[in-house]
């Protein structure tokens, strides 16, 4: 069982909907990342959470700690948006990735 | 400023043979990570360094070594190279060890 689970694993959206994608983790842990990998390999940091929620432009993190699950939201969505979105959170000084949630999104 | 760097971007290796891998951080990041990610797969852990001492170690062999040296830059040393070693090695880099990390362009390695 892994430790970080994503869903769906694949997402394809028509432009200017409302996308969330969904995050649970059976560890304890210090934060949770969301990261975009575009094709090609590069990976940018979105957000870090450790509680409550964050927002940047179009995107919105939101984090339960209780519950052990967090969602990436994508309001007003774009073509550009199309991308590997990835979840990881940090137990300890070692990190668990999700397998990441595909994302296209048509115009 | 620049962002991580890593090199070389590209790598084709064959089974038994040694490789390094190299990234330099951010300026002011003491904390590198270490990631292989294989391709159709998330990342996975494998090393992260904070001011040159190890801080923790994924479930990787011990053909995996790293180090990191005063400038705050990374070497990532894999041993006896195996197939299943080809991937892509991602190097990230933050101020401290438990911060945003920004991550390097990776270094694709294939193994034949």
């Known amino acids: 069982k892994n430790e970080v689970e994503q869903s769906p694993q694949n997402l394809t959206a028509q432009e200017g909907e409302f996308i969330t994608i969904n995050c649970s983790y059976s560890v304890g842990i210090s934060a949770l990342h969301w990261l975009q990998q575009h094709p090609g390999g590069g990976i940018v940091s979105l957000f870090m959470l450790s509680s409550g929620k964050k927002k940047h432009g179009r995107l919105i993190a939101t984090i339960n700690i209780q519950e052990k699950h967090s969602s990436l939201h994508i309001t007003a969505s774009h073509p550009r948006d199309s991308a590997v979105y990835i979840c990881a959170v940090l137990t300890g000084n070692q990190f668990y990735f999700g397998t990441g949630t595909s994302l296209t999104v048509i115009p | 400023d620049a962002g991580v760097t890593q090199s070389p971007t590209h790598l084709i290796k064959t089974r038994g043979q040694h490789v390094t891998l190299r990234c330099s951080p951010i300026?002011?990041?003491?904390?590198v990570s270490w990631y292989q990610q294989v391709l159709g797969q998330g990342p996975q852990f494998i090393f992260q360094?904070?001011?040159?001492?190890?801080?923790g170690r994924g479930n990787f062999p011990d053909r995996f070594s790293a180090r990191q040296f005063p400038n705050y830059s990374s070497e990532l040393n894999v041993n006896a190279l195996l197939l299943g070693d080809s991937a892509l090695y991602l190097c990230?880099?933050?101020?401290?060890?438990?911060?945003?990390?920004?991550f390097g362009p990776g270094t694709r390695l294939l193994v034949l």
């Open positions: 360094y904070y001011e040159k001492e190890e801080r």
């Open positions: 300026s002011g990041h003491k904390s």
């Open positions: 990230a880099s933050s101020r401290f060890s438990r911060e945003t990390q920004y």
